[in-house]
């Protein structure tokens, strides 16, 4: 099994629909970050959270919501799905030592149409 | 505007050229790492370099961290069609979060 796995793994809503995309670890990480990928911009932060109490926004968080229901827990939600939302969506866990190294679901693929 | 920027952004060789990436940007990071990446799957973490100026091989791969930690390079000897992927550097900031670059898309041609 898959130390993050990510939940769908492809997904096409509706604009306006809410959306969840989970994501569970089983590698005892306290800290879990969301990104989306583009082609051409790599990979962008949307939220990140460094224990379960800890929520904080990245870099596009604007149109997303996160819940931290536990440690192994990190969902993701689109209140309200547009268009240019659709991406590929990665969820990642890291330790907190003092070099760290993420490690990576295999992604949800999200389109809105 | 990204954080870091990588170029260039495609690349396509023959199988045994040698190749650069580069992955610059205005910020100091605590370190910078690269990860590959391939189709259907999260990126991978291929290294991690600390210091500045600092130089790590991994067989036919040598990443460079530049002196003032801001930049860093790949380079890939005699390349094989195996390594084919998209490349991604990603620099830690203060609190372990990673921000990544904007990727190179590396194609080796047999």
């Known amino acids: 099994d898959a130390d993050v796995t990510q939940t769908p793994r492809n997904r096409i809503t509706k604009t306006g629909k809410r959306i969840m995309l989970e994501c569970s670890q089983t590698?005892?990480?306290?800290?879990m970050y969301w990104y989306r990928q583009d082609p051409g911009l790599g990979l962008r932060l949307i939220y990140y959270?460094?224990?379960?109490?800890?929520?904080n926004k990245g870099e596009i968080s604007d149109g997303y919501s996160v819940s931290r229901q536990a440690q192994a827990k990190f969902s993701l939600s689109l209140e309200s799905a547009i268009p240019n939302q659709t991406a590929l969506y990665f969820c990642?866990?890291?330790?907190?030592?003092?070099?760290?190294?993420?490690?990576f679901g295999q992604g949800t693929r999200l389109t809105v149409v | 505007t990204q954080l870091l920027e990588q170029s260039p952004q495609f690349l396509s060789i023959q199988e045994g050229e040698n190749l650069t990436v580069y992955c610059n940007s205005s910020?100091?990071?605590?370190?910078l790492q690269w990860y590959r990446q391939e189709p259907g799957e999260g990126p991978v973490l291929l290294v991690t370099?600390?210091?500045?100026?600092e130089v790590k091989k991994l067989k036919r791969l040598t990443f460079q961290f530049g002196d003032a930690r801001k930049d860093s390079s790949l380079h890939i000897t005699a390349a094989q069609t195996g390594d084919t992927g998209l490349y991604l550097c990603?620099?830690?900031?203060?609190?372990?979060?990673?921000?990544f670059g904007t990727g190179t898309s590396l194609t080796v041609i047999p």
């Open positions: 910020s100091v990071f605590s370190s």
């Open positions: 959270s460094f224990d379960v109490k800890d929520i």
């Open positions: 990642a866990t890291s330790d907190s030592g003092l070099v760290t190294e993420a490690f």
């Open positions: 590698k005892g990480h306290d800290r």
């Open positions: 990603a620099g830690e900031r203060s609190g372990n979060q990673f921000y």
């Open positions: 370099v600390v210091t500045g100026g």
